[in-house]
């Protein structure tokens, strides 16, 4: 029977269940790096029966180092295991192999294939040992100038591609986090949703009996107002109030595009 005090230091070194560790030393005959290795080895087959588990906790960060940014979204099933060591050095493994990366990336299944048996080595290892399901909730690799915001929490995140002030840019990424906005202009709108919205407002404006000539300008006031909480320099802006986003937006300031990271 395996010693106790060899169980818990296994525990500690694998974050592996107690009845794991006790099994896995019992095997090895007390000799706790062959333990490891076993439940590495069982690891394989418990990453599989745990892959279909519902994953609702999360970590999220951006990292921009040497004119690169990257972004890794790490899902598991619990938060007690996002605030473990384990998790946290398993996080940090990945991101290594992300910052290694060329060109632009978005998206797990286009990362080299090299890198994704790499990552799937780590993550088959970590089921094994951890006893729930993690993986991969989002990738992105980037070279272009983008600002990066970790909300404290590392639960949201947001990207700003921009060129000029980083200030404007730092107030936008704070905007988008918050806010979840959909589009950047009133313009990336679907034709169909705004065709929709058109038509239903111009059918309650003829049941007002409004006047006909009235009717255009009523509607396009009253688009302008659905669609603002979707539209990123539409929105009121979360610093002033008084003022919406795109009042924040001056001089060479150029904003191409924005993401949003969350569950």
């Given at each position: 029977m395996a010693d106790m005090n060899l169980i818990k230091q296994l525990r500690e070194a694998t974050f592996a269940?107690?009845?794991?560790c006790k099994s896995a030393l019992d095997e090895a005959n007390g000799d706790i790096e062959r333990a490891k290795q076993i439940l590495k080895e069982k690891g394989i087959a418990k990453a599989w029966k745990k892959a279909d588990r519902e994953t609702n906790e999360w970590m999220i960060q951006i990292v921009t180092e040497n004119g690169k940014t990257v972004v890794l979204k790490l899902l598991c099933e619990t938060d007690f295991v996002v605030k473990n060591d384990h998790f946290q050095t398993l996080f940090v493994n990945i991101l290594d192999l992300l910052?290694?990366?060329?060109?632009?990336?978005?998206?797990?299944?286009?990362?080299?294939?090299?890198?994704?048996?790499?990552?799937?080595?780590?993550?088959?290892s970590f089921v094994g040992t951890i006893g729930e399901n993690v993986k991969i909730g989002d990738v992105l690799v980037t070279s272009e100038h983008v600002y990066g915001?970790?909300?404290p929490g590392n639960k949201v995140a947001s990207l700003i591609y921009y060129t000029g002030d980083e200030t404007i840019a730092k107030k936008l990424a704070l905007q988008v986090a918050a806010m979840d906005p959909t589009y950047l202009t009133f313009d990336e709108v679907p034709q169909a949703e705004k065709?929709?919205?058109t038509a239903r407002f111009t059918e309650?404006?003829?049941?007002?009996?409004?006047?006909?000539?009235m009717i255009p300008q009523i509607v396009a006031g009253k688009l302008n107002k659905e669609?603002?909480?979707?539209?990123?320099?539409?929105?009121?802006?979360?610093?002033d109030n008084t003022k919406k986003v795109k009042d924040m937006v001056s001089g060479d300031f150029q904003i191409s595009k924005f993401k949003r990271f969350a569950i």
């Open positions: 269940p107690l009845g794991d910052k290694k990366q060329d060109g632009e990336i978005e998206g797990y299944d286009n990362l080299p294939a090299d890198t994704q048996a790499a990552i799937t080595d780590l993550l088959t915001y970790n909300h065709d929709a919205a309650e404006l003829k049941a007002q009996w409004k006047p006909e000539a669609f603002a909480e979707d539209v990123l320099l539409e929105q009121e802006s979360i610093h």
